[in-house]
């Protein structure tokens, strides 16, 4: 028979590493693919988000387990380099600098309340574990991988007698590492007695602006919600340096969070009704492009906003994608050899990819977390020459995104901020 395997992660704060690899590679990787699954849930008007870095980052470690034509077909879709030490390297670093930004404004902040900036350093927390059926056997390779490079250790469990106990103790495990932001993760009925492996990735993230905004300032202003009906919301102002560029039917403002290493990206259409058509243009050489945008005062009215969207399943966008073999289409074609022997009649693939995400922003900063559960189942700048007046007031694109890799750990748009 099939053996289940559920990888589950959630997104939320950092975990300090040192890294000497480039994250350039992962930091593609995850722009590459965030654009492919953006196009693939910016259906219809509702507000979406993803984070790319947390499913990457998921995916990368599964990748690790893969094997034949499975693995070949994951590199493919998901944008890795042929090498692959390169590219598990590249995800260390990544994880290091994302680490090495948070831990900078510790110190910083210290400096910065005698001349009434941020009261808060930027907490970004990365969390890996493996929790194991207790009687199955993985390979030792693929458990020091992922160790090694992912820091996730392994904790056994015991599926097979007592599956809802192993799912309640993996939710409280994510809910602590994303400060109650993720809760029930998985869902009744997900983890059964054959569950071999869930791994869970988990993130959190609180970045407080460089320059925050007044809260005096902010008042209700128009937003047009879905490009058509107006709505009065609580928008912020502030005139202060941003990363800006015109671009042909929409503009790009960057506003760094504290530290500088961090920063959130507005894309935002001329057309109040134009975010469909914006949307083609989104590619990964456009999110590189922000990271680079020359710096200008910018009168900035952008609202304040909430989002809590319901769990995504993200594997038929996957497969749509070119990614089949990983789910076991054809029947029998799986092949993760790599994490654990496979046999004729009993074997691991995937059978869901779930991504949970949250996202706050106000005044101060933004909080944002995120879950992804990948399920293994058995079986040209133009300046203005005055500071230009940029209203945030119709649906928008946004992300937030390591300015020295490009990453974008947080994507999404805005159709209504209420």
């Known amino acids: 028979m099939k053996t289940t395997l559920l990888l589950f992660l959630s997104l939320a ?51 690790a387990g893969a094997d034949g034509d ?17 590219l598990h390297g590249s995800f260390a670093a990544l994880a290091g600098e994302l680490a090495d930004a948070a831990k900078k404004t510790v110190e910083s902040v210290k400096n910065s309340k005698k001349n009434g900036g941020p009261n808060t350093p930027i907490e970004f927390n990365l969390a890996n574990r493996l929790f194991a059926e207790k009687h199955y056997e993985f390979r030792a390779p693929f458990l020091d991988l992922v160790k090694t490079q992912y820091h996730a250790p392994l904790e056994k469990v015991d599926y097979r007698s007592a599956p809802e106990a192993a799912r309640a103790k993996i939710n409280r495990w994510v809910e602590e590492q994303t400060k109650n932001k993720i809760r029930d993760l998985i869902p009744a009925g ?125 594997g038929d966008s996957l497969q749509a994608l070119g990614m089949k073999t990983a789910f076991d289409h054809p029947a029998g074609s799986a092949n993760f050899d790599r994490m654990a022997p496979r046999q004729p009649n009993d074997y691991l693939y995937i059978g869901a990819v779930l991504h949970k ?17 990948v399920v293994m189942a058995p079986g040209g700048a133009m300046i203005p020459s005055k500071p230009p007046e940029v209203r945030v007031d119709h649906p928008f694109l946004f992300a937030i995104q390591h300015v020295p890799s490009g990453a974008c750990l947080f994507l999404g748009r805005v159709t209504d901020p209420r």
């Open 13 to 63: 704060a950092a975990l300090a590493r040192t890294h000497a690899a480039d994250s350039k590679a992962a930091a593609t990787a995850v722009n590459a693919l965030g654009v492919d699954l953006y196009r693939t849930q910016a259906h219809g008007e509702d507000n979406l988000l993803l984070s790319p870095y947390s499913i990457q980052n998921a995916l990368a470690m599964t990748f």
């Open 70 to 86: 499975t693995q070949a077909e994951m590199q493919r879709v998901l944008h890795f380099p042929a090498d692959e030490t390169a």
């Open 190 to 314: 997900v983890i059964k007695a054959d569950t071999r492996l869930t791994l869970v990735n988990a993130l959190y993230l609180r970045a407080p602006w460089s320059d925050e905004f007044v809260e005096g300032a902010t008042k209700n202003e128009r937003f047009l919600v879905h490009g058509r009906d107006g709505v009065p919301v609580p928008t912020m102002l502030s005139g202060t340096h941003c990363g800006y560029a015109k671009r042909d039917g929409f503009q790009v403002v960057t506003r760094t969070y504290y530290g500088g290493e961090l920063q959130f990206v507005i894309v935002l259409p001329d057309n109040p009704a134009g975010l469909a058509a914006m949307e083609k243009q989104l590619t990964p050489k456009l999110l590189e492009e922000c990271a680079h945008l020359p710096s200008q005062k910018v009168i900035l009215y952008l609202p304040k906003f909430r989002l809590e969207p319901p769990t995504l399943s993200l």
């Open 357 to 373: 995400t949250f996202l706050a922003l106000d005044e101060k900063g933004t909080e944002a977390a995120a879950a992804t559960a």
